[in-house]
């Protein structure tokens, strides 16, 4: 059977769930073993032959175990990224084979180490528009963005996330889904954030995060932008259907204004790609949620176009979220609607810095029954009026 992972707030409660849950496996002569918790009481509970950790590996920093094949260091409760598929591609000759190989076995389903392990299909999309064959050895000059990974070798580190969202209790939670999009990918990004009206505290915590090499059909960038939307509603979709949270307030975050007209401007006339993208995002989120965040404060962003690895840490904003979240709502980013009439938006972000002015593009036409030197249609070419209607409606 696959693994089994639970957390609780108490002792008590995990003893019971693991009592409950090996009297009713074996009843079907399931007998379930191979328990770990970072609780040395709750150890204690369970039976020697059952464990797979000892009570001394418990604050051991080297001791890492798997669940639902992702690693889990035992003594301080964190969900880390390894980079083993990495170095074994940087001791390999540098060709499309490998680094497919390479790629295609990192498994990171909750997108820890997204921005990082982007950079791999965004590599291997260049080769293929470049016509490059299975095995034929890359060099710097035809491929300079894999070498400027292979450079960074030496700054790789294991970056780890608590397994656990909130750090005290709570009594209210919000979630922030930033989306962003660039030409090589797309991206979105979900995080927590969780106050304590009594003691004031408020604080973030990394949810999930996905990315994704942008279609090999060139899009405009807010096209891609609107696209990279509706890949946030979904992320915000999935949290809220699979998360046992109570979730009081949801936002969602883009960093183009155009895609953020047309999310809300849906009663107005659209292309049929927008219109489809809109319809898809309204269906899970409301125009109302869907907030402007300037590009520079995006840490969607980072999923977009990768980062270095020596930038990539346990407080990269990727895992934070900007600060800004952590703020009253006052101190949000603003999007200010300046002039009605042509739908310009300006972006007042305490920062006084100016992002894209979204316009809506207008025509004017003049019927005038002043007599031209020249008409438009030759009239007495036709023999017939009816002739003339034929030809000309």
Known sequence: MDDFFEATDDIDTAVKIIEDLRYVLQQGSF?????????????????????????????????????????????????SFTTDKL???????????????????????????????IRLPIIQQAIWRKGMKWDDQMTREMIPELFELLDERNDLQTVGIPQHYFGYSYDNIALHVFSAASYS??????????????????????????????????????????????????????????????????????????????????????????????????????????????????PADDGTRGIPLSEFSNKSRWFTGPKFICEPECNWPKLQLIDANTDTLQLNDQTGQMDEIATTPMLAFQASTEKTEQSFIDYSIFSKWTRNLRTTA
Not at 56 to 72: T, V
Not at 90 to 116: C, E, M, V, W, Y
């Open 185 to 298: 990918a797309l991206a979105a990004v979900a995080h927590f954030v969780y106050s304590n009206s009594a003691t004031r505290q408020i604080c973030s915590a990394f949810v999930l995060g996905k990315a994704r090499v942008a279609p090999l059909k060139q899009h405009t960038i807010t096209k891609l932008e609107l696209q990279a939307a509706v890949f946030g509603a979904r992320l915000a979709n999935f949290i809220r259907r699979e998360q046992r949270t109570d979730i009081n307030s949801t936002h969602m975050w883009t960093d183009s204004t155009t895609a953020l007209q047309w999310i809300q401007g849906s009663d107005k006339r659209q292309q049929i790609f927008v219109a489809h993208r809109v319809t898809e995002i309204l269906e899970s989120t409301q125009a109302s949620q869907w907030n402007h965040c300037p590009g520079p404060l995006n």
């Open 87 to 117: 170095h074994e591609l940087f001791q390999k000759k540098p060709t499309q084979r490998n680094l497919l190989r390479a790629a295609s076995s990192i498994f990171d389903p909750i997108g820890i180490a997204a921005p990082i392990t």
């Open 31 to 79: 007998n379930l073993t191979e328990w770990i918790t970072t609780d040395h009481r709750i150890l204690q509970a369970i039976a020697e032959e059952h464990r797979s950790i000892t009570i001394d590996e418990i604050n051991d920093p080297k001791i890492f175990k798997r669940i639902l094949g992702i690693r889990w260091r035992v003594s301080n409760d964190t969900l």
